[in-house]
């Protein structure tokens, strides 16, 4: 659960507002990192602080060309660096995706009963049907096993689970 003082400004992104209560069990309000004495009215009241700003998301790879031209087909984002060990993706707003060759790499299982995958990435898509076809006809794999109605599991080139979902739901 992502604490009152976080709010989602744009999809992925959780900031601390400057104007939130203080933490239970904290006295302090406002800019991260002041001491008390350094807690005067803020000129940026209500204005998010980020604590950090998502740069890149790296994925292990068994082959870093293919998977760069699977993601970039997916996503539509320019494959701005590929070689067979490293692949890199250039996205909206300076984020970027890459892609690492990892000898041996085992992807991870699906469906994952035992919580191994770690992470997964949702996608809007507009129509399920149709997103899921074009991906598959990229390279993807549509699992015989799906777990809603309301999106669709589908694992890259590499096995990696990612989700489409209906971009509608996400407001």
């Given at each position: 659960m992502v604490p009152d003082?976080?709010?989602?400004?744009?999809?992925?992104a959780a900031r601390l507002c400057a104007d939130t209560p203080p933490v239970s069990g904290s006295?302090?309000?406002?800019?991260?990192?002041?001491?008390?004495?350094?807690?005067?009215?803020?000129?940026?009241?209500?204005?998010?602080?980020?604590?950090?700003?998502?740069?890149?998301?790296?994925?292990?790879?068994?082959?870093?060309?293919?998977?760069?031209?699977?993601?970039?087909?997916?996503?539509?984002?320019?494959?701005?660096?590929?070689?067979?060990?490293?692949?890199?993706?250039?996205?909206?707003?300076g984020v970027a995706l890459g892609l690492g060759l990892v000898d041996d790499?085992?992807?991870?299982?699906?469906?994952?009963?035992?919580g191994t995958k770690q992470f997964h990435l949702d996608l809007a898509v507009d129509d399920l049907d149709a997103a899921a076809a074009e991906c598959v006809a990229a390279g993807a794999t549509l699992p015989h096993e799906q777990p809603g109605e309301t999106w669709r599991v589908l694992l890259d080139p590499s096995g990696h689970?990612?989700?489409?979902?209906?971009?509608a739901n996400w407001g």
């Open positions: 003082a976080f709010v989602a400004t744009e999809p992925g006295s302090k309000t406002g800019t991260l990192g002041t001491s008390d004495a350094d807690l005067s009215p803020s000129p940026t009241k209500g204005i998010p602080m980020a604590i950090a700003a998502l740069k890149m998301l790296t994925l292990d790879s068994s082959d870093a060309r293919r998977d760069a031209t699977f993601w970039s087909t997916v996503l539509g984002w320019e494959v701005a660096h590929a070689q067979d060990e490293y692949a890199m993706l250039t996205g909206p707003g790499h085992e992807p991870p299982a699906w469906p994952n009963e035992r689970p990612f989700c489409l979902t209906q971009a």
